[in-house]
């Protein structure tokens, strides 16, 4: 079966500090990857996606960018972190088209705050 | 852009109430339709998804949506909440291949 790891689970980092959160996948081969952000009462914010090795799209101009360095394995990045990062960070797996008709799968997400 | 609208923002209910959460959407054409939900401290999980076919949808642990084309609606539902129901409900809609979150509805039941 299909697992997906996100670590670490809470992260307290300064301002102007750099940010690395990874996410793995297992059990399956070319997922579609997903960074969204979650903040209370907006919902989830598709921050990235990903259909391959290398292949990234943001989705909205930020402070933040993604890479893809192997299959099942994408990774959430800034140079330096601004108080406006903090938030709960989900990552998402699904196969076949983007979103399309298949579900997408979450993981456990990372608490991310700027102090 | 398309967009998703969750009404509720918080729902506070009595164990044996009815639920129904609203969610409707904005985009014209063919969509899927899906809500998840995230339980304290676990991961958002898919709750039920419509792709097609009969409009009322049956999920896990007693849900239902029904898909109102007319109306740009999928809102869920369940006739007698419990306890651990508690969580946040999160509609979503793929358009276009674009998937789309509302803002979420917390529900709380009280015992």
């Known amino acids: 079966s299909q697992t997906i790891h996100q670590w670490p689970a809470t992260l307290v980092q300064p301002v102007g500090s750099p940010l690395s959160l990874e996410c793995t996948v297992e059990g399956t081969s070319n997922p579609n990857l997903y960074w969204y952000r979650q903040a209370a009462g907006r919902g989830l914010q598709l921050l990235f996606y990903?259909?391959?090795?290398?292949?990234i799209s943001s989705e909205v101009p930020q402070n933040l960018s993604a890479s893809r360095p192997q299959d099942r394995q994408f990774i959430l990045s800034s140079k330096k972190l601004l108080l406006s990062d903090s938030g709960f960070y989900l990552c998402a797996w699904s196969v076949g088209g983007r979103g399309g008709t298949d579900t997408q799968y979450f993981g456990p997400g990372t608490r991310l705050t700027v102090l | 852009a398309q967009s998703v609208s969750q009404h509720n923002h918080h729902v506070i209910l009595s164990e044996a109430a009815s639920l129904e959460l609203g969610c409707n959407y904005s985009?014209?054409?063919?969509?899927?339709l899906f809500w998840y939900v995230q339980y304290p401290g676990q991961h958002l999980q898919l709750l039920l998804k419509?792709?097609?076919?009969?409009?009322l949808v049956k999920g896990i642990k007693g849900f239902e949506a029904e898909f109102i084309k007319s109306k740009f609606s999928f809102n869920l539902r369940k006739p007698s909440v419990q306890w651990s129901d508690t969580a946040e409900y999160f509609c979503a809609v793929n358009a276009l291949n674009d998937m789309r979150f509302g803002a979420g509805t917390r529900l709380t039941v009280k015992p």
């Open positions: 990903s259909v391959g090795i290398g292949q």
């Open positions: 419509y792709f097609s076919g009969d409009p």
């Open positions: 985009y014209g054409g063919t969509v899927n």
